[in-house]
């Protein structure tokens, strides 16, 4: 059921692949909610991926561009303000990757070099998204800007390896950026840390199904969808959230303030 919430505002979303990712349902119900959208994601990631179905289902343009290249994202702000007739309302960032996870490399024996290209691609693409938009004018007053993060900014989780620093990252530029963009222009720049949720790119963390399992196990409430997790993120895209900013979101079912459930304890005394 759409309430209108975006009805006359209009974004970009960044990082829909399949219609696993939570940046493809959030799309859809942008779009639900009265929104207009242009997609992007890198042009290996639309050739890989599904978008053009996503862009005729939501009636947007798809723009390619590369986050680590600054001339990518120019051509990007300058094409959407071109289709849109000026700037948007709302932006979201779901971007990550990691070279380690991908070639099986533990914490403790990183290549620096794939290091530094997936914090350049998960979380200094979001500096770069945030400072070519600042300097085309291409978020209007009172915009909303949300990134997805995930707990282990902040607590450890063995598996998920060198992207926990990056998203530590992550979330100190939505703070610095938050600052900074909240001064000049009103613009609200807020993480959403998710639920563990089997997305495409959830599913190539080591041991993913079991820590999917335990998680549900430690949520009072149970895991967030990646359904639920497009509503919420649409809710700090609407006008109801105009004084939320520079934090991190916890959507999770309450995983992040429960110590233990009786659940995992009957788990670990059978």
């Not at 179905?53 to 001339?71: F, G, K, R, S, Y």
Request: contains cysteine; charged residues 20%; aromatic residues 8%.
């Amino acid at each position: 059921m759409s309430h209108n919430l975006l009805k006359g505002k209009k974004g970009i979303i960044f990082g829909a692949l399949d219609e696993k990712s939570i940046a493809w349902k959030t799309a859809l119900r942008c779009v639900a909610e009265g929104a207009e959208i242009v997609l992007t994601n890198a042009p290996i990631a639309i050739r890989m991926g599904e978008i053009n179905e996503l862009a005729q289902q939501c009636n947007a343009p798809v723009i390619p561009a590369d986050v680590t290249n600054m001339e990518d994202l120019e051509n990007l702000f300058l094409k959407t303000k071109e289709h849109f007739g000026g700037g948007v309302d709302f932006i979201l960032h779901s971007i990550g990757m990691s070279v380690n996870v991908r070639k099986g490399n533990d914490y403790t024996n990183l290549n620096y070099d794939f290091m530094h290209k997936s914090v350049d691609i998960s979380a200094m693409s979001f500096h770069r998204v945030l400072q070519t938009a600042i300097k085309h004018d291409a978020i209007n007053e009172w915009g909303s800007v949300v990134a997805l993060t995930f707990i282990a900014a902040h607590l450890a989780f063995p598996n998920y390896n060198e992207m926990a620093d990056i998203k530590a990252m992550l979330e100190s530029i939505t703070r610095s950026f938050g600052y900074q963009y909240g001064i000049k222009k009103h613009v609200r720049i807020n993480t959403v840390s998710q639920s563990p949720t089997m997305t495409t790119a959830g599913q190539g963390i080591s041991g993913f199904d079991g820590f999917v399992n335990y998680s549900e196990k430690m949520s009072p409430l149970g895991n967030a969808t990646a359904d639920q997790c497009a509503e919420f993120t649409v809710t700090l895209f609407s006008d109801y959230t105009r004084m939320v900013t520079m934090q991190n979101l916890f959507h999770d079912g309450g995983f992040s303030s429960t110590g233990v459930t009786e659940a995992v304890i009957q788990q670990m005394t059978k």
